[in-house]
């Protein structure tokens, strides 16, 4: 069992950073790729990018591409998810995964899921 633990959330004007941190506990995290997902209301959580157990492969949805960086310690059991040139469009609650299944950005290729953390971006 995993458990993930999201931080770095917060307000930010647009065009400002932030970076958002994914502590796994349980069992370690370098056996897993290591997601980033993204929600608001009424629309389903959708992939923001994805990073392999070993750090050398990552993807991007191509909103966030250019502008998000995922990177990953494995030995602080962390993934981090660095965010410039935020816009308003950003904004959502970031869920963190972990997942054994493949990488990619479906949703069941991820076993567990962190509780969220909210970004809000103003204009």
């Known amino acids: 069992q995993v458990q993930l633990a999201e931080s770095g959330g917060g307000l930010v004007q647009a065009g400002g950073s932030l970076r958002l941190s994914c502590a796994a506990s349980g069992r370690t995290f370098d056996g897993y790729a290591g997601g980033w997902f993204r929600q608001t209301p009424g629309k389903e959580r959708e992939f923001v990018a994805v990073i392999s157990s070993s750090g050398k492969i990552t993807y991007y949805d191509d909103s966030v591409k250019a502008r998000f960086t995922i990177s990953r310690d494995n030995a602080k059991n962390t993934v981090y998810l660095q965010m410039n040139s935020l816009k308003p469009e950003d904004t959502a609650v970031y869920y963190c995964?972990?997942?054994?299944?493949?990488?990619?950005?479906?949703?069941?290729?991820?076993?567990?899921w962190g509780q969220g953390t909210r970004v809000t971006v103003s204009s």
């Open positions: 995964a972990a997942g054994s299944r493949g990488l990619g950005r479906a949703r069941d290729l991820y076993n567990y």
